[in-house]
């Protein structure tokens, strides 16, 4: 079992569609993080949330901190095919020191 | 400002043997993480160093260990290679406290044959 589950796991949509990906878990975390990861390189930061019920909006994007800081959402508006890639939630778990990734969205937008 | 360099980028090795992957990370970065990446098990943790000292540690077998010299960068080795270390490697640069953003190599895909 994954410290953090993501879903789903793959998602196929059109271009102008929207969606949303989840990131849940049992455990508390002082932050979530989303990357993004394209074929070939290593995962890119987005954003952080911090505080529990957060809201935070990078342009089409909007990802929100649940109130109890245990789980994520990410909703995609009008999605284009630059947004296609491996979507990655990862926190640093109380207690832990380590930051401990999702089980990942592989997310193809067709043009 | 350069990013993470990870070399090499591909490598094939087969069983038993054992091999070296190097991380150079941002400069003035003082922590190196390793994560392996596999399409069944996702980003798996392996160990952080920072300033020369191995500060985390994940769950893998002793065959998997690193290294951080005086300049921060680090390198990762496995030895006795199986079959199942074919992996995606990837190495993580931070300033260095714990929880921040991590900044990501392009990785080194490894291939045990």
């Known amino acids: 079992t994954q410290l953090l589950e993501q879903s789903p796991q793959f998602l196929s949509i059109q271009e102008g569609e929207n969606l949303t990906v989840y990131c849940n878990s049992s455990s508390v975390f002082s932050s979530l993080q989303w990357y993004r990861q394209e074929p070939g390189e290593g995962p890119v930061l987005l954003v952080t949330?911090?505080?529990?019920?957060e809201v935070k909006k990078l342009k089409r994007l909007t990802f929100q901190f649940g109130d109890a800081r245990k789980d994520s959402s990410l909703h995609i508006t009008a999605a284009q095919p630059g947004d296609t890639g491996l979507y990655l939630c990862?926190?640093?778990?109380?207690?832990?020191?380590?930051?401990?990734f999702g089980t990942g969205t592989r997310l193809t937008v067709i043009p | 400002k350069a990013g993470v360099t990870q070399t090499p980028r591909y490598l094939i090795k087969t069983r038993g043997q054992q091999v070296t992957l190097s991380c150079s990370p941002i400069?003035?970065?003082?922590?190196v993480s390793w994560y392996q990446q596999t399409p069944g098990q996702g980003l798996q943790f392996l160990f952080e160093?920072?300033?020369?000292?191995?500060?985390n540690k994940g769950n893998f077998p002793g065959r998997f260990s690193g290294r951080q010299f005086s300049n921060s960068r680090s390198e990762m080795n496995v030895s006795t290679l199986e079959l199942g270390d074919s992996a995606l490697y990837l190495c993580?640069?931070?300033?260095?406290?714990?929880?921040?953003?991590?900044?990501f190599g392009s990785g080194t895909q490894l291939s045990v044959l």
């Open positions: 400069s003035g970065h003082r922590s």
């Open positions: 990862a926190g640093v778990p109380t207690g832990a020191n380590n930051l401990f």
């Open positions: 160093y920072f300033s020369e000292t191995q500060r």
């Open positions: 949330v911090v505080t529990g019920g």
């Open positions: 993580a640069s931070s300033p260095g406290s714990k929880g921040e953003k991590l900044f």
